[in-house]
């Protein structure tokens, strides 16, 4: 009798606290590799290919620890890129709300879940194999069940808070941070269109997820890491299975090549800069930020009041249609005190449309783009002259 109270109050396993603690960090970071790599990376967005062995790996884990059903996640992750921070976005805190995504994002989910519209147009090419359409999407919440089970059976009465934690991990983690916190606080590398942010430049706590700027930049992209300093757990481990042949990716981030400055601008330094938009205009940035510590220098100089400026430095060099009303007045003012910013802002909002406009032929549009070099250069503003050769010396 002492035995059998010994096992239900202990389980098999007679593990210390913190051993329990471990495993079940362990057991939550395989989940969440899962769902980065199977899931999200190679389900919605065809980032790389999984041999079967893998793929399915990570389809029963997903089954066991999570319940997730592969069409479901893969069908609301694509209409989010699709309509993303549009009142049509399962989950976007520009639309519902910071404080609801953040708390109520398993359930913005599983509402999405029901939309059989959303699963028709966004769920092609998911798993339909008779394991799918037999246990796996049939009987979902079997595998969760099994799991309490197996950590019933290893922990005794303990085994009840590893299910508990397994259970809560990657809705908390995906549904609330990923999709609420990315998309409202953190840093952002590139004027993406939409308002995604990198949360922290080491993707480890969330596989990588953290990185979701970069991601929305370049969805396509196995690897979610651009910076030298940003580091990508999820990319260390396809770059693992690549070594194992159990994976082959398909698409990383574009890398910026440059060469001998062209003598003008043509229609291989137009196809350059369609391809390389975002990183050049990173690098504009960059540029319009020391433009900024210019003036703010040069007004000191002279005792003016830098006030008028300073208001605007965090949002000179984004789109238009991203600047909000409640600091569009002060934006304003600032370009009227300084017409070198005021230039910046207007030249860079021009080479912008090079890629948005439909209505100009290539030839049209490297013919602007010339024009737009010639005047850079002759703008007499040092980041507009430097920016134009660079940009003359990038190769497609």
């Not at 793929?55 to 069908?75: I, M, N, P």
């Not at 990198?198 to 700027?213: D, K, R, Y």
């Not at 770059?239 to 159990?246: A, I």
């Not at 940035?285 to 210019?294: S, T, Y």
Request: proline share 3%; charged share 20%.
């Amino acid at each position: 009798m002492n035995s059998l109270l010994d096992w239900a109050a202990q389980g098999l396993w007679s593990l210390s606290a913190w051993q329990i603690v471990l495993f079940t960090l362990v057991m939550t970071h395989i989940s969440m590799i899962s769902v980065t790599i199977f899931l999200h990376r190679h389900q919605a967005h065809r980032a790389l290919d999984l041999h079967p062995i893998a793929a399915h790996f990570f389809r029963f884990w997903l089954w066991l620890t999570t319940g997730q059903v592969t069409k479901e996640w893969a069908s609301i992750h694509r209409k989010h890129h699709a309509k993303c921070e549009q009142p049509q976005d399962p989950h976007s805190p520009h639309v519902y709300g910071i404080k609801t995504v953040l708390l109520q994002g398993y359930e913005l989910y599983r509402k999405e879940t029901k939309n059989q519209e959303t699963l028709a147009r966004y769920g092609h090419g998911t798993p339909n194999d008779w394991l799918e359409r037999n246990l796996y999407s049939r009987f979902s919440m079997v595998g969760v069940v099994a799991m309490l089970l197996i950590d019933l059976t290893l922990f005794g009465a303990a085994g009840l808070a590893v299910w508990a934690v397994q259970m809560i991990w990657t809705p908390v983690m995906a549904a609330g941070i990923i999709n609420g916190a990315a998309h409202y606080w953190g840093y952002r590398n590139f004027e993406a269109p939409d308002a995604s942010t990198n949360i922290s430049p080491w993707g480890v706590l969330i596989a990588g997820e953290e990185l979701h700027n970069n991601h929305h930049t370049y969805p396509t992209s196995a690897k979610l890491s651009v910076k030298r300093y940003e580091f990508d757990i999820g990319w260390m481990y396809i770059s693992l299975l690549q070594r194992l042949g159990l994976a082959s990716v398909k698409k990383t981030p574009p890398k910026l090549a440059l060469g001998m400055v062209r003598a003008m601008a043509d229609e291989q330094t137009l196809e350059a800069l369609i391809q390389n938009r975002f990183e050049l205009m990173a690098g504009y940035a960059k540029g319009m930020r020391r433009a900024f510590n210019d003036e703010v220098a040069a007004l000191k100089a002279r005792q003016a009041d830098v006030a008028v400026i300073r208001a605007a430095r965090s949002w000179l060099h984004r789109d238009a249609e991203k600047i909000p009303k409640a600091v569009a007045a002060q934006l304003a003012a600032a370009r009227a005190a300084s017409p070198v910013l005021d230039k910046m802002v207007v030249m860079r909002e021009e080479l912008r449309q090079m890629w948005l406009n439909r209505s100009h032929t290539r030839e049209q549009l490297a013919a602007d783009l010339q024009g737009w070099c010639q005047r850079a250069e002759a703008s007499g503003i040092a980041a507009l002259q430097e920016f134009s050769l660079r940009l003359r010396s990038v190769r497609a």
